[in-house]
């Protein structure tokens, strides 16, 4: 082999290599590029998994908590959308019946607001914080990050039972670590023109009040 015929030879290498890198670090970028572009719009799901105070009862739909909240959220995430899954009338003993369909839907977050129906029905809050603790460790076997809408007993259903209801938010947040909206309706109940007319359900102003005040600044530094 001459010298001549040995340095085309490894001219030919050397351009066959540079061209197997250069279209292949091609593909690579469209890769990274499609996937980058993939996670811009792919949707963030919320649940809001609750009773008639996530339904709504008493507003239009887009008065609801959940509508209120993620036009707020959309500011800081375009792609979150929020999934209104409350029930009037809803205990815990019902919120656990459904924890599977919403472990289903796949949500990124849940965001647990149920109780009021317990209390106000006087059920036993050692029955309330079972059925709460069960739906979270169905959604922590899941791998679904879960914010506590916190709730608490009215004066009326006696201080025995009001001290031990409120504290069960509070011990099942720092038992699981868990984010927590220590009273959901937290300077909203009993003000009159924050309510509709049965005095119990908080109108748009009050869901506004509510999340502005009560659940964004507990919200904003899970999803930041």
Same mark, same amino acid.
């Given at each position: 082999? &001459?010298? *001549?015929?040995l340095?085309?030879?490894?001219? /030919?290498?050397?351009?066959?290599?540079?061209?197997?890198f250069?279209?292949?670090?091609? =593909?690579?970028?469209?890769?990274?590029?499609?996937?980058?572009?993939?996670?811009?719009? *792919?949707?963030?799901?919320?649940?809001?998994?609750? +009773?008639?105070?996530?339904?709504?009862?008493g507003?239009?739909?887009?008065?609801?908590? @959940?509508?209120?909240?993620?036009?707020?959220?959309?500011?800081? %995430?375009?792609n979150?959308?929020i999934?209104?899954?409350?029930?009037?009338g809803?205990?815990t003993?019902?919120?656990?019946? *459904?924890?599977? #369909?919403?472990?289903?839907?796949? @949500?990124?977050?849940?965001?647990?607001? /149920?109780?009021? &129906?317990?209390?106000? *029905?006087?059920? &036993? $809050? =050692? !029955?309330?914080?079972?059925? /709460?603790?069960?739906?979270?460790?169905?959604?922590?076997? %899941? +791998?679904? @990050?879960? !914010?506590?809408?916190?709730m608490?007993?009215?004066?009326? &259903?006696? #201080?025995?039972?009001?001290?031990?209801f +409120?504290?069960?938010?509070?011990d099942?947040s720092?038992?699981y =670590?868990?984010? /927590?909206?220590p009273?959901?309706?937290?300077? !909203?109940?009993?003000?009159?023109?924050?309510?509709i007319? =049965?005095?119990?359900? $908080?109108?748009?102003?009050?869901y506004e009040?509510i999340?502005?005040?009560?659940?964004? @600044?507990?919200?904003?530094?899970?999803? +930041?």
């Open positions: 082999m &001459n010298m *001549r015929y340095l085309i030879v490894v001219f /030919l290498i050397i351009t066959s290599v540079g061209a197997v250069y279209f292949g670090k091609k =593909d690579t970028n469209k890769i990274i590029n499609k996937t980058a572009e993939a996670d811009t719009t *792919r949707e963030y799901k919320i649940i809001a998994f609750g +009773d008639s105070l996530t339904a709504g009862y507003v239009n739909l887009n008065e609801s908590y @959940p509508a209120i909240l993620e036009k707020y959220l959309k500011v800081i %995430n375009t979150i959308k999934i209104n899954a409350g029930v009037s809803e205990t003993t019902g919120g656990l019946d *459904r924890v599977d #369909f919403i472990i289903s839907q796949k @949500p990124q977050l849940v965001l647990l607001g /149920l109780g009021a &129906n317990d209390m106000l *029905r006087s059920i &036993n $809050p =050692d !029955v309330t914080k079972t059925n /709460l603790e069960k739906i979270i460790i169905a959604l922590k076997e %899941n +791998d679904i @990050p879960m !914010v506590i809408l916190g608490k007993a009215q004066i009326g &259903n006696g #201080f025995a039972y009001k001290k031990k +409120d504290s069960i938010y509070a099942l720092a038992k =670590d868990l984010p /927590l909206v009273f959901f309706l937290e300077n !909203v109940i009993l003000v009159k023109d924050l309510n007319n =049965d005095g119990i359900h $908080p109108n748009r102003q009050g009040k999340v502005k005040e009560n659940v964004l @600044p507990v919200l904003k530094k899970v999803i +930041d």
